[in-house]
């Protein structure tokens, strides 16, 4: 019975450990010599420190679309895993 929750905090897991922003930005701003320059914060550093707004449009898409692709092999790889009992066909 835990197992769609399971999968919906897997899920969000995924999707939030690719916007890691704010401590990277707030403690380091990219860190010495950019070690902590994470994907979002340099999508940020695009955007609104060198104007590139077309760049940051064009990885902010990327982003989404290795979300997106990894959300839908989840749940590919679920349909065993995860039972509804309200589904019962």
């Known amino acids: 019975m835990l197992s ?3 999968f919906f ?3 969000m897991s995924l999707i939030a ?3 890691i922003f704010t401590q990277a930005k707030v403690m380091t701003d990219g860190g010495p010599d950019e070690a902590t320059l994470f994907y979002v914060l340099n999508l940020y550093r695009s955007a609104f ?3 590139e707004m077309g760049y940051a449009s064009a990885m902010a898409w990327i ?3 290795v979300i997106l692709i990894l959300t839908a092999l989840l ?3 679920s349909r065993g895993l995860v039972h509804y009992e309200g589904l019962k066909a």
């Open 4 to 6: 769609p929750l399971i």
């Open 9 to 11: 905090n897997v899920v």
């Open 17 to 19: 450990s690719f916007q």
């Open 49 to 51: 420190e060198f104007h």
């Open 63 to 65: 982003l989404f679309l």
């Open 75 to 77: 749940f590919g790889a």
